[in-house]
């Protein structure tokens, strides 16, 4: 099944790990140019015959020139499942400046703390008490409060299989 979206360049920061093994073929499905990259060379969870169609590129995010080098492929779009810092996004940010590339980074719902409430709403504090997630809450203050790349972020609960 194609999209409207048929032929736009993603790549995908974190493929072959356990998002990015379901992910991965479901974009190739939906008609994107889709971009593995991962900090070596290892199988998807799970086997699909869309991998055939993957671009499969090792680069590890902690060798200085990830995020250069990540810019040159030019992808419309990147999805980044493996930011754990601040300063590892704000780097992101700043090599994606002006190339008009949209940017989907995973968090967590763990920005918001304890649960006192669920579902868990995008209005609620965000009142992080662990390390992770007071991390991923700078990230993500950092991230959205920029205006050079468009960013959205999303807040998986928990991840499981399909």
Aim: with cysteine; proline share 6%; aromatic share 6%.
């Amino acid at each position: 099944m194609l999209y409207w979206n048929d032929g736009m360049r993603i790549a995908v920061i974190g493929g072959t790990g356990h998002i990015g093994t379901y992910l991965i073929p479901r974009l190739v499905d939906a008609g994107f140019e889709t971009i593995s990259i991962s900090r070596g060379i290892r199988q998807p969870y799970l086997e699909s015959g869309a991998w055939r169609l993957v671009e499969r590129i090792v680069l590890d995010r902690e060798i200085p020139g990830f995020e250069t080098a990540l810019a040159s492929l030019c992808a419309e779009a990147v999805i980044d499942l493996t930011c754990y810092t601040p300063e590892s996004a704000q780097r992101l940010v700043e090599a994606l400046r002006g190339r008009k590339t949209r940017l989907l980074h995973c968090g967590t719902i763990w920005v918001h703390g304890m649960s006192v409430e669920v579902p868990t709403t995008e209005d609620r504090p965000r009142l992080p008490i662990s390390d992770y997630g007071k991390r991923k809450a700078r990230i993500e203050s950092l991230l959205l409060e920029q205006n050079d790349v468009p960013t959205a972020v999303i807040h998986p609960g928990h991840l499981v299989g399909q």
